[in-house]
RNA sequence: GGUCCCAUCGUCUAGUGGCCCAGGACGCUGGCCUCUCACGCCGGAAACACGGGUUCGAAACCCGUUGGGACCA
C-alpha cells in the first residue's frame, strides 16, 4: 500500500456523531493519501474520559463506512497509549525540558484573574521552573518552552503564519491524574505515527506554534502542515448542531447517496477547473493541496440536494432498486398486474420516477401507489378531473382497455389516438383525467408508463374506484 | 480582550499580472421540447468589500480601512 513517505491521519474525538466537517477533513486526508499512494491513519483522540462515549466512536466508524472512507492502519486509540505519553514526558522531565509544577488550580486561577485586570495577557509565569523540592502531592507537567522570538508556520494551504514566541507559556503536558493534555498526545502520536502531513481543520492553527516548539525539543521532524478552513451554516459561524442536520447519517436517513455527499463535501474548498462532478476515481486522481482554498465555504444544501438528484438519475435502476428497500413503504394491498404483464417490477418503476425525485425518500414515495393499490387523491386531481364531466371518457377507458387484445404500448397508443379522434381531444386533454384517475394526482411519469407499470387489471380496477368516486362526489 | 486566519455573483467556485467591461455550477428567471411533472436544450439578471500604492497594465502584488471567522481567556 505504502509507495510514498506520505502519511497521513485523521483524529476525531469521539465526542459526537460525524459532522460534515469531520468528514470532509476524513475525506481530504484518504484523497490526499490515495492520491499520493500513501498511508492513511485512524486515531481516535479519546484522552477526555469526560466526554468520550463508545457511542460516538461507533458514529464514527458508521459515518466513515457510510461514506467509504477505508484507512490503511488503526484504529489506534489514544486512551490505550498513556505508557507513550508518560514514557515521552518522562524523557523530557529528565532532560530538563519539562517539569513538575505544584501550583493547585486555585492559585492559578487566582493570577489569572490579577492579569486580567492589569491587563495583560494570562499566561502561566513560570514559577516552578527551577523548583529543587518536590513534595509528594499531585502536581502536572509543564513543557518548559524555550525562548523563540517567532514561530513560522509553513502551511501547504495558506503559507508562512507568524506567531511572536514570547506569547506561548508553559503549558501543561500531562495532567495531575496522568492524562496527557490535547496538544501532548496529538505531536507524540504523530512523530510515533511517522505522520508526514498534518490535514486538519482551521480551528487547530493556534496550537501549531506550540506543537511545532515541542516536535523541536524532541529533536524530530516537523511535519508538513496544511489547514483547511472550516465549513460554516448559513449565518456564516462554524457548522454546528444548532444549523440542523450536520450528522452524515443524518443524511443517510434522509434520502441522500453516500458518494453525492462525498461529492459535495469535496467541493467545499476544494475544485478541478469547472468540473461539478467526480467519480472517486477522479476525486483521487485530481485532489491537491493547491486547489484547496483558504476561505471558509457556507454549506448549502440546495446545492447538495441537486447533486443528490443528479446521483439518483444516473444511477442504474437496479443499484438504485436496493438501495431504496430500506425506505420503502409496506405494501399492504398488494396488486398483481394481470395476465398481460409481469409482477409489479421495482427497477422499472424506479426507471421512470428517478428522473423526477431528488431524494431516496422522495423516490419512496413516489413509487407507492405503483406497488399498493391503496392510494389517496389529491385535491389538484379531484378538482381539475376526477370530476362528473368526465365520467363518459373514464367509461369509454374501461370499455377500450377490456377490449384490447394485448397490453402493449402499440395498443395502448391506438387506444388513446382513436378516443382522442372520436372525442375529438387533444392527448393533453385525453391523459390528464387518466393520470389522476390512475394515480390520483396530476403529476406522473408518461401516461403509457404508468398503463404498463400497473397492467390491465389493475388499471381497470382503479378505473372502476374512480368512477364510484365520481359517483359518490358530483 | 489577546493571537491568528479570511474577503470574486445570494451560495460553491474558476482566476497564480495582460486571454477577464470576470468563466462554470446551485438557486432565481424567460423560452424551447412536451400527455402532466421532471429530465434535457437555448437565453437572462446577478460578484472582483473599500481606499491608497507598485506597474505600461491589476480581481490577481504591497499597505491601510472595514467586515466576517476561529482559537485562547
Known amino acids: 500500500m505504502t509507495t510514498s513517505g506520505i502519511r497521513v491521519r485523521f483524529a476525531p474525538s469521539p465526542t459526537g456523531f460525524l459532522h460534515l466537517g469531520g468528514a470532509r477533513t476524513a475525506l481530504f486526508n484518504?484523497?490526499?493519501?490515495?492520491?499520493?499512494?500513501?498511508?492513511?491513519?485512524?486515531?481516535?483522540?479519546?484522552t477526555d474520559q469526560e466526554r468520550s462515549t463508545g457511542d460516538s466512536i461507533q458514529a464514527i466508524f458508521d459515518g466513515l463506512k457510510w461514506l467509504s472512507i477505508d484507512w490503511d492502519e488503526g484504529p489506534f486509540f489514544q486512551s490505550k497509549r498513556l505508557d507513550l505519553y508518560r514514557n515521552a514526558a518522562d524523557r523530557l522531565l529528565s532532560e530538563g525540558k519539562a517539569y513538575r509544577c505544584f501550583c493547585t488550580p486555585e492559585e492559578l486561577e487566582e493570577r489569572r484573574k490579577e492579569a486580567f485586570a492589569k491587563g495583560i495577557p494570562p499566561r502561566y509565569d513560570g514559577r516552578c521552573r527551577d523548583r529543587s523540592h518536590f513534595p509528594d502531592i499531585p502536581h502536572v507537567l509543564r513543557f518548559r518552552t524555550p525562548d523563540i522570538p517567532e514561530i513560522v508556520v509553513r502551511d501547504l494551504i495558506r503559507g508562512d503564519m507568524r506567531f511572536n514566541g514570547n506569547l506561548l507559556d508553559?503549558?501543561?503536558?500531562?495532567?495531575?491524574?496522568?492524562?496527557?493534555?490535547?496538544?501532548?498526545?496529538?505531536?507524540?502520536?504523530?512523530?510515533?505515527?511517522?505522520?508526514?502531513?498534518?490535514?486538519?481543520?482551521?480551528?487547530?492553527?493556534?496550537?501549531?506554534?506550540?506543537?511545532?516548539?515541542?516536535?523541536?525539543?524532541?529533536?524530530?521532524?516537523?511535519?508538513?502542515?496544511?489547514?483547511?478552513?472550516?465549513?460554516?451554516?448559513?449565518?456564516r459561524a462554524k457548522l454546528s448542531k444548532r444549523h440542523g442536520a450536520t450528522s452524515v447519517m443524518a443524511y443517510h436517513e434522509m434520502g441522500y447517496l453516500p458518494h453525492a455527499l462525498v461529492n459535495y463535501i469535496a467541493r467545499l474548498g476544494w475544485s478541478h477547473k469547472d468540473q461539478e462532478i467526480f467519480s472517486r476515481q477522479e476525486l483521487i486522481d485530481y485532489?491537491?493541496?493547491?486547489?484547496?482554498?483558504?476561505?471558509?465555504?457556507?454549506?448549502?444544501?440546495?446545492?447538495?440536494?441537486?447533486?443528490?438528484?443528479?446521483?439518483?438519475?444516473?444511477?442504474?435502476?437496479?443499484?438504485?432498486?436496493?438501495?431504496?428497500?430500506?425506505?420503502l413503504k409496506p405494501v399492504r394491498h398488494p396488486f398483481s398486474p394481470g395476465p398481460d404483464?409481469?409482477?409489479?417490477?421495482?427497477?422499472?418503476?424506479?426507471?421512470?420516477?428517478?428522473?423526477?425525485?431528488?431524494?431516496?425518500?422522495?423516490?419512496?414515495?413516489?413509487?407507492?401507489?405503483?406497488?399498493?393499490?391503496?392510494?389517496?387523491?389529491?385535491?389538484?386531481?379531484?378538482?381539475?378531473?376526477?370530476?362528473?364531466?368526465?365520467?363518459?371518457?373514464?367509461?369509454?377507458?374501461?370499455?377500450?382497455?377490456?377490449?384490447?387484445?394485448?397490453?402493449?404500448?402499440?395498443?395502448?397508443?391506438?387506444?388513446?389516438?382513436?378516443?382522442?379522434?372520436?372525442?375529438?381531444?387533444?392527448?393533453?386533454?385525453?391523459?390528464?383525467?387518466?393520470?389522476?384517475?390512475?394515480?390520483?394526482?396530476?403529476?406522473?411519469p408518461g401516461i403509457y408508463d404508468v398503463l404498463l407499470l400497473l397492467g390491465r387489471d389493475e388499471v381497470l380496477r382503479r378505473l372502476d374506484r374512480a368512477l364510484t368516486f365520481i359517483g359518490q362526489h358530483k
Open 170 to 235: 508553559d503549558w501543561v503536558i500531562i495532567r495531575s491524574d496522568g492524562y496527557p493534555t490535547y496538544n501532548f498526545a496529538v505531536v507524540i502520536d504523530d512523530l510515533d505515527m511517522g505522520i508526514s502531513h498534518v490535514l486538519r481543520g482551521d480551528d487547530h492553527i493556534n496550537n501549531t506554534p506550540r506543537q511545532i516548539t515541542l516536535f523541536e525539543a524532541l529533536g524530530a521532524p516537523l511535519p508538513k502542515f496544511a489547514h483547511i478552513p472550516m465549513i460554516h451554516g448559513p449565518d
Open 341 to 444: 404483464t409481469k409482477e409489479p417490477n421495482l427497477d422499472r418503476i424506479v426507471e421512470e420516477w428517478k428522473t423526477r425525485v431528488r431524494t431516496l425518500t422522495e423516490l419512496a414515495e413516489a413509487v407507492h401507489p405503483f406497488r399498493d393499490q391503496e392510494f389517496s387523491y389529491s385535491s389538484d386531481a379531484m378538482e381539475k378531473h376526477l370530476i362528473p364531466d368526465n365520467k363518459p371518457l373514464i367509461l369509454l377507458y374501461s370499455q377500450r382497455f377490456s377490449a384490447i387484445s394485448s397490453w402493449t404500448r402499440e395498443n395502448l397508443e391506438e387506444v388513446l389516438g382513436s378516443i382522442g379522434l372520436e372525442c375529438n381531444l387533444k392527448l393533453g386533454k385525453l391523459a390528464q383525467p387518466l393520470r389522476a384517475a390512475l394515480t390520483g394526482q396530476n403529476v406522473s
Open 30 to 46: 484518504y484523497l490526499f493519501a490515495r492520491h499520493h499512494k500513501g498511508t492513511f491513519v485512524l486515531r481516535v483522540e479519546d
Open 287 to 327: 485532489f491537491d493541496l493547491d486547489h484547496v482554498g483558504s476561505s471558509p465555504a457556507v454549506f448549502n444544501p440546495e446545492k447538495l440536494l441537486w447533486l443528490n438528484a443528479q446521483y439518483i438519475r444516473n444511477e442504474d435502476p437496479s443499484t438504485l432498486s436496493s438501495e431504496l428497500l430500506p425506505f
